[in-house]
């Protein structure tokens, strides 16, 4: 073989990288075109690779708009229904709860942010586990993991600015609004007769207030309590 008609290695990761930027460039103009316009989340979107959080068997459709399966039966949420939450919750600077880890995804991205604080309960060891272990390869170590029902969070957690609540319900616990600092926001999603439903509370000095939005969201239930085994 002629030299010139060797594979030129080190022209190939130029070639890479620029795939990938395009594939990057597609993924958040897609959200864009989905009604995400926060510039804080879809920069922290483009920057936290989601399928370093897939599992290996569904890496390749990491950056389309779908929720993904987990180990212990559980979903890797789409990446639109992330983006609206975290655009309702506004957690840059704060100190945030995360309920339902998952992955790990949600939790990197509220770090890209730049919340001050990052406490994540999981009730799955296995999920608990695995995200630890991603996160801390990819360099977002600064987060807490723990194994913990996230409907009844530990006392000694203490309190927090912001709470998200990566998973639907029927009501959202008072376990959860009491951890709410004074000016402080828990954004989830509510089930109603229409479907799953964007939820903000905001918690006032007399009080929360809450707000089901028209905002409808594709996301899995989060069940309450300890799992027993996985």
């Known amino acids: 073989m002629n030299q010139d008609d060797a594979p030129d290695a080190a022209g190939q990761e ?3 990288e620029a795939s990938g930027a395009v594939e990057t460039a597609a993924f958040v103009l897609g959200l864009r075109a989905r009604g995400v316009r926060d510039a804080a989340v879809l920069g922290a979107m483009e920057r936290v690779p989601r399928e370093a959080f897939a599992p290996l068997a569904f890496r390749d459709l990491a950056r389309r708009d779908l929720a993904l399966p987990l180990p212990c039966g559980q979903t890797m949420t789409a990446p639109s229904v992330i983006a609206t939450m975290l655009a309702a919750l506004n957690p840059q600077g704060a100190r945030v709860l995360e309920i339902g880890t998952g992955s790990g995804y949600a939790t990197a991205l509220l770090l890209r942010l730049g919340c001050a604080e990052v406490v994540s309960l999981e009730r799955y060891a296995t999920l608990a586990r695995n995200a630890r272990s991603r996160l801390d390869a990819l360099g977002f170590g600064a987060a807490m ?4 029902d996230g409907c009844a969070p530990p006392e000694e957690a203490g309190t927090f600015d ?10 959202l616990p008072q376990a959860l609004i009491d951890r709410l600092n004074p000016g402080g926001r828990l ?3 509510l089930d109603t007769p229409a479907g799953p439903r964007l939820v903000a509370i905001a918690q006032e000095t007399d009080g929360p207030w809450r707000q089901v939005r028209e905002t409808p969201l594709r996301i899995g239930p989060l069940t309450p309590g300890l799992a027993a085994y996985l």
């Open 14 to 16: 130029p070639a890479e």
């Open 145 to 148: 993991v723990g194994l913990a």
């Open 162 to 171: 912001r709470i998200l609540v990566n998973g639907r319900l029927r009501d």
């Open 187 to 189: 954004v989830g999603a």
